[in-house]
C-alpha cells in the first residue's frame, strides 16, 4: 500500500499558508474531501475527468482519421466500441469500487504516464480498460481499504483473468511508476477544474462497453467487447 488519500489532502493544506487558498478551493470544489459517508453523491471530479478523457478520446480519433494514422493495437483495445459513455463508466467504478475521488485524480496521472510511455493513443476502443485498470491500482496504492481483483473485473466489465493480464501490463508500461507526489496531484486538480472553465462539453457519448439497461441490486454487470490483442 502506498499513501493515504486522506493523508495526500492533509499534506496538501498543510503546504498551503491560507486554508482559503486557491489550491484549497479547487480541492474543495472537485469534491475530493467530501466523505462517502451518509447520502451518496457523485464527486464532481468525475465529471470534469470524464469531459477531459472525452475531449482528448475525440480529438485523437479525428487527428488518426484524417492523418490516417494506426494506433498500436494492445490488450486494451476492444473489438468495437459498446454503447456506454465514459461518464457512465466512470460514475459506475466510482459507485461499485467505493474507492476515494482522489483514486480517480491518481488513475489520470497513471493514465497519462502510460500513454507517455507507449505509441498508444487513446480512444473509445481501449480507454474503459485503461479506466478500470489504473483506478484499481490507483485504490490498491491510495486507500485503506480495497477489494479483490474478482470484484473490479465484475464493476469493469472483464473477466478476472483479463483484469489481471491488464494490470501487469498496465505496471510495466509504467515501470511501476505508482508514488504521487504532493505537486503532481495538484497540477492534475488544476488541469480538471480547468475543463470545467472551458466550457465546451462534448455531447457525443463515446461508447465503449456494454452495459444493461437496468442494473438490479442482485446482478449488476457490465461486459465489454472482447480485445483484438490478448
Known sequence: MGFNSMQLISDMEALSPDTGST??????????????KGVFKIPRVLMLLSSLLERTVQK??????????????TIFHGLKPPPVSIRQYVDR??????????????????VDRFLQQTDIHLTSLNVHRLLITSVMIAAKFVDD?????????RVGGVSTEELNRLEMKFLFGIDFRLQVNVNTFGKYCYRLEKESSDGL??????QACRIKESWSSKEDSTTCASTIAR
Open 23 to 36: 489550491e484549497l478551493e479547487i480541492y474543495q470544489t472537485l469534491g475530493l474531501k467530501e466523505s462517502r
Open 60 to 73: 485523437n480519433e479525428i487527428l488518426m482519421e484524417k492523418t490516417e494514422i494506426k494506433d498500436a493495437v
Open 93 to 110: 467504478i466510482f459507485k461499485y469500487s467505493a474507492c476515494s475521488p482522489s483514486c480517480f485524480v491518481v488513475a489520470h496521472v497513471y
Open 145 to 153: 481499504a480495497f477489494f479483490n481483483i474478482g470484484y473490479y473485473a
Open 201 to 206: 462539453q462534448i455531447e457525443r457519448a463515446i
